[in-house]
Every structure is written in structure tokens, then in C-alpha cells.
């Protein structure tokens, strides 16, 4: 890879592992491509960095980055980042993982170390499906939407993922799609600088599995309907924020400050430490 | 951190879980994820205590599945990890057990175990998982699991699942019950310079030449951990030694597999250990494990008394499983008698190993290990 035409972010991707797995349109890309911006812009030492990943499309983001990386099973990439950031507290520790793996099947582990505020990273890409197993109803599936478990029509209600996220105790938490690049790269620097659980979702493009059946059967009208629908709102209310088909709410929820789990954790071990 | 604080030489009166823990403790271990159960709790409860006086982190997780995930992810930057559990949370702990096989990640898991299936009897003792600690997680592989029968033992067979552990890079097993769990006994805790500590291999390779999974000859690979500049990737998908994911690829699979489960079962003769009491003569032999074994040893005393050659090989390796020490004894005995606190479960892997000579399984379950006249009794009617 050395040489003179070496891409100036070909330090951040592991060139072995590409081509990447995802389809056309999709907006993983999107997502790899603001948050190793933001990497760059920030200079993070890539000595100390982690990316952990759960199951799905975007939990190949683990192995694609340049970095320490783990590709957990389904759903646990949380309670295993969870791990390494005690053990280590000086690592920054990043989980990059999709709705159904983050709220799904991992949904009480992201509650329960939102509640610690565990100082580590969380970026879900909401494809509002399962992607990678070919297009089932997951836990931020619209109501009505089509499916291949739902083929008459979505009957759940979705989460709201940036009002569970405050709810539960982030002191970081955004919302964005990738129409957002620009905010979404801010928005992630932002992450990456906080100390305590912080939460950004991306509402991503998946035209190939779930866009096809719903009416919006490329990237760019799955783009185009983020376009109509998207509406910037700092701080406004997280729980007025639900996904509809009129109405996506952009922008930051979220920006507080409160004494994380390490640092409460490492400040009694130094007390009990000394006292012995 | 906290060196002198690690190692409570001495002689101590404890319970089997407080054994175990501070066995932990000695052999290195300063991290701990788990989730309250009975009857092993009192492990987490005195982890809780003892791991900020030598610098270590406890914590509490959300349910057994996060607990073993961050003991992986506390492996995989470092530290000596543990978790402690029962036979409910030792169930949701089997997915991540095989990504602790699949990523090598080296770490100690207690199971203390009680009646079952499902809830079950919290507060009884049982020797239900055996099994289940060789094949609880899908797909195929080796793990090592040793079986302590008093609360000594609890505290030397944690020291040595540390080592076993961080030699093999394979999650190991501690199978107690509750009765050496809760039990208090004398335990005589050696001075650390006496306490025989493994720490796994480092690379000495720079980042460049890293393959976080390339074995050695002994067909363990050097393990680097999170930080120190190695930018490497590890997954639960079949991988190449790079660590790369190589998920349609049945060469590599084939290579990985078959180590993970080569470098236990070629590495057995060092791993495995017995206890054989009066085996050279014996035409009766009681294989036996955990706290039926002091029954066993018990009832084979009297059954010598009264002239039976009867004589005990008790498995302290359950897996890898000791079946040429089975064999050996088979060799010369008209039967083996085998009690276990189940329906038959080491019983079987004894009758594959003992060939010919038939093997009497004797079942207990429910309140009570079996008691030596009952084992004593099935010496007599097969011996």
C-alpha cells in the first residue's frame, strides 16, 4: 500500500479487509467514512483506541478499522466494551453496532451501562431492519412497514432510541442520518471527546433489504425521504422525537456532564487502596 | 498493585467460595464480572470486598451473559479475569463460553454447581453440569475443567485453573458443588514465592509481524491485548491466523478448529490429573469427583477392611477427560462403580474408556452426596 498514491486515511482501514461486504446505497459507508473523519481531525492515538462491534452489517466496521478490534456475538459488544474500558480506562473505547444488536437482543445491556454512565462510545446505524439475515422486523421497524416477518404490515411500536437513550441515563446522545455528514462528523467528534456513556444514532439507508419493500427502492429515495423528513431540533424534547414517515427529528438531545462508573469505581479502589 | 495484600498466607478456617475467590486473588486474577446466584454469590459478595484492596475491579453486571462478555473484553485488555455462577446463569453463559474458545481469550469460570434442570434446588448440591461444561456451546472444541472435592482444593484448583488457562488461552473451568462451595474447612494458603503463577505468552514480534493467531509449536499463539500497539482484530467468525474473518473457507476453518481442539487434547498428558488411592491390586474400582469422592475414598477404606481390593481414581481433570488413567485401571478390575450426583453423566465417558469391564453407574440426586455405606454397598454387589 506504500507509496505515493497511498490515501491519506489508509492508516485508519485495514486494506486486507476491503472490499467491504455492504450493498450499494447502503449507508455504512457513510458512517465508516464521518467517524474516521473525525478520527483524523481529533488525532486520536490509534495505540489507545478499540472499535468493538456486535453482529449485523455494520458490525464489520470492527474489522475494518485500524485499530485494537472485536467482533463480538450478537447483541454483547456493550457488556464486552464494558470489560476492556474497566480494565483499561485510558483506552477510548468505541461500540458501532446496529439497532436490532444494540436494542434487540442487546437492549439490557445498552440500558444498564447508560444507567452506570460507563464511559464508552456508542454509534447505531438504524437500517430499521434486520439487514444482514435478508430483511426482518426489528425493534425500530415503523409501524405498518413491510417485512419478510411482517408481510402484512408492522404491528409493534418502534423505539424511540434517542428517548430510551436519555431515559436511561446517557449524558451524550444525537440523533443524525447520514443525509447529516457534516453534523454527523461533528457530532462524533463530540462523542469521542465526552467522558461519560454517549449515544449517537444514525438513521441509515438500507434500499436493497428493507427500502425495496416500502416503497423507496434505492439509496437515493431512502436519501430522499431523510431529506423531506428531516427536521433540526437541538435540545428539543427526546421524547417528542419518534420516527415517522412525515417527521425525523435531527440534532443533539443531550450534552450534560456527571462523574462516569471508572471514575467513581477508581476513586474508591484509590481510597481503599490507601487505607490498606 | 496490592502484592501483600494479594496472598493471605497463613492458616485460614473459610468456605469454599471465600477459598475460591482468594485463590483468584493469588493467582493474579483482578477482575470480576458476575451476577449473584446461589449458592456461589459469596464469591461475588467477597470479591466485592477483597478486589479494591489489590487494585482490581468487581463489578456487578446486568445478567450472566454480560458477565462473561466483560470477562472476554477485561482478557482481551489484560487483566486475569474470572466469574463465578450456577447452574441457570451457567447456561446463559454458554454462547459467549464458545466466543472465549473461538478468540482464545484466557479466563476462569466457577460453576457451583446445584439441582437442575431450570431452577431447580438453589440451595443443594449437584454434579448436573459435567456434561455440560465439555459440550454446552454449539459447534466444536476443548476446554479444561477440574473438579474440587474440599474447600482447599477450591482455593488450589482456582490458582490452577488461572494457570491453565493463561497456558492454553482456553476459558477454564472450576466445577465445585454446594457443598464445597459453602462448607468451611481448614485451608492452608502458601507464601506467594510458593504459589506457582502462569501468565500467559506475550509476542515478541513488532505490530508488523503480529499475527494474533499464529500458534507456537505448542499451538498456542502469543497473545497481545488491547493498547499495547499491536492494532489487532479478533472475531467469533472462523478466521485466519491474522484474525481475519474467513467465514467461506473450509481450509481455514478446518485448521482452526482442529487446533482449538489440538492443543488441549495434544497438550492432555500435561493437563490431566488424577488422585489414584490403592488402584495396583484393586478388582473394584470406584472413579469418582467433587465431594463424592470423599465418600468414595471412604467406602473404598472399608471395603479393604473387609478384605474387597477395592481401590478409588478420582478425577481431578474431568476435561480434558482422564480416560487413559480409566483404561489403566480397567485393565485389571472385574467393575468399576461410579457415583455421581446425576443421572449418569462421566459414566458414560468411563464406559468408552474402560472397554470391556463394565461400569456400574450409582445415581444420587436430590439433598445428600451418597454416603459411603452406599457406595460400599455397590462395591460389594459388582465387586
Known sequence: MAGAFEHPFAVYLRAAMIPHIWCSGCGNGVILNAFIHALDELRMDLDKFVVVSGIGCIGRTAGYTNVDSFHTTHGRAIPFATGVKLAKPELEVVVISGDGDLFAIGGNHFIHAARRNIGIKVICANNFNYGMTGGQVGPTTPLEALTTTTPYGNVEHPFNLVHLATASGATYVARWTTLHVRMLTMSIKKLLQRKGFSFIEVVSPCPEIYGRRNNMRTGLEMMEWFRKASVIANFSDPAKAEITPEKIVVGEFVDIEKPTYEQLLYGKIAKIVKKE | MGGDKAVLTGVHFMSGDIACAEGAIAAGCRFFAGYPITPATEIAEHMAARMPEVGGIYIQMEDEIASIAAVIGASYAGLKAMTAT????????????????????????????????????????????????????????????????????????????????????????????????????????????????????????????????????????????????????????????????????????????????????????????VEEVMLDDADVVVVAYGIVARSALSAVRRAREQGVKAGLLRLITLWPFPGKHVAKAAEKAKAIIVPEMNCGQIVREVERAAKTTPAYHVPKLGENPHTPMEIFAAIRRHG
Open chain 2, 86 to 273: 450456577s447452574g441457570p446463569g451457567f447456561s446463559l453463559m454458554q454462547e459467549n463460553i464458545g466466543l472465549a474458545v473461538m478468540t482464545e481469550a484466557p479466563c476462569v469460570i466457577v460453576d457451583v454447581m446445584r439441582g437442575g434442570p431450570s431452577t431447580g434446588q438453589p440451595t443443594l448440591p449437584g454434579q448436573q453440569d459435567v456434561m455440560q461444561v465439555k459440550w454446552g456451546s454449539h459447534g466444536d472444541y476443548e476446554i479444561i475443567a477440574l473438579a474440587p472435592s474440599s474447600v482447599q482444593e477450591m482455593f488450589d484448583f482456582t490458582v490452577e485453573a488461572f494457570n491453565l488457562a493463561e497456558t492454553y488461552r482456553v476459558p477454564t473451568f472450576v466445577m465445585a458443588d454446594e457443598i464445597v462451595a459453602h462448607m468451611w474447612e481448614r485451608v492452608v494458603i502458601p507464601p506467594p514465592e510458593n504459589i506457582r503463577i502462569v501468565n500467559r505468552k506475550k509476542p515478541s514480534v513488532s505490530r508488523d509481524d503480529y499475527m494474533p493467531f499464529m500458534p507456537d509449536d505448542d499451538l498456542v499463539p502469543p497473545m497481545a491485548c488491547f493498547g499495547e500497539g499491536y492494532r489487532f482484530h479478533a472475531t467469533g467468525l472462523t478466521h485466519d491466523e491474522r484474525g481475519y474473518p474467513r467465514t467461506q473457507d473450509s481450509e481455514v476453518q478446518t485448521r482452526l478448529v482442529q487446533r482449538l481442539c489440538d492443543k488441549i487434547r495434544k497438550n492432555a498428558d500435561k493437563i490431566v490429573r
